[in-house]
């Protein structure tokens, strides 16, 4: 019987730094734990000091930091030729980014259940459904930048629906589903010796330039406090490239612009 975990999305093929993984411990060593990343079918390494802040780790409490087989949320701190290694331990849940990953994979295993239940219903082989339908969808969606197939499928259903790629029984299941959706925020300060309008000028340029105008919006809280949002669930490199395209234009003497970013 195929797992949920031996299904691939077409954006998860190899880790990268500072990202969030979802991961299991397999063992625990001398000095580190073994784990195995879920989402890439991967082996990592986690060791001891990077498991928690805390500097005087007992044995006995072990049992409770890195339960066996359970599934946890870690980050990538490193990479060396064919050893991952991960830490859970400067993890911020409070974090943008933390926040965007669970979402993305509370939609990834929605998906994936649903998948599942249509071929289990329909004596069809899960992984090869998955792998003829699912995924070059999933490649589509990257292609158009779209933040998580989820989104991206109820967003294109029309156009999906009618292709016939993914049977009716599926769209519909995922239309009743109501998850949560996290809309990225970002705030920073803005300041300028010249006036607002120099501000407002230099942001419609930085959203240009960033080709970030149809995906995100500016609005003021209240001066100088400002904050970037998306229009929709996207990714938040978007708001990455308009903040540097914006500090970038501050650096330029002439504009007498200050940029502070908060979050």
């Not at 329909?122 to 989820?150: A, H």
Request: charged share 25%.
């Amino acid at each position: 019987m195929s797992s949920i975990n031996e299904i691939k999305f077409y954006s998860l093929i190899n880790p990268i730094e500072r990202s969030y993984v979802n991961f299991m411990f397999t063992d625990r060593l001398d000095n580190c734990f073994e784990c195995f990343l879920t989402d890439f079918n991967k082996k990592a390494v986690m060791p001891f000091h990077l498991a928690t802040q805390k500097s005087n780790m007992k044995h006995k409490n072990i049992n409770t930091l890195a339960p066996l087989n359970k599934p946890l949320i870690g980050i990538v701190e490193d990479i060396i030729d064919d050893t991952i290694i991960i830490s859970m331990a400067f993890i911020d849940k409070g974090s943008l980014e933390y926040k965007l990953f669970l979402e993305e994979t509370s939609k990834n295993r929605a998906l994936a259940i649903k998948v599942k239940q249509y071929t289990a219903k329909n004596n069809i082989n899960y992984s090869d459904y998955w792998e003829r339908v699912i995924y070059p969808i999933d490649k589509m969606r990257m292609e158009n930048n779209e933040f998580n197939l989820f989104d991206y499928i109820l967003n294109n259903i029309d156009i999906i629906g009618k292709e016939g790629s993914i049977d009716k029984s599926i769209l519909d299941a995922l239309q009743s589903m109501s998850l949560k959706t996290v809309i990225p925020n970002i705030k920073f300060k803005l300041v300028s010796s010249t006036g607002i309008d120099n501000l407002q000028k230099m942001i419609t340029t930085a959203l240009e330039i960033s080709k970030t105008k149809d995906i995100l919006e500016v609005m003021v809280e209240s001066a100088p406090n400002y904050y970037v949002s998306s229009k929709e669930t996207t990714d938040i490199s978007h708001h990455k490239k308009f903040l540097s395209a914006l500090e970038n234009l501050a650096k330029n003497l002439e504009n007498n612009i200050y940029i502070s970013i908060l979050n």
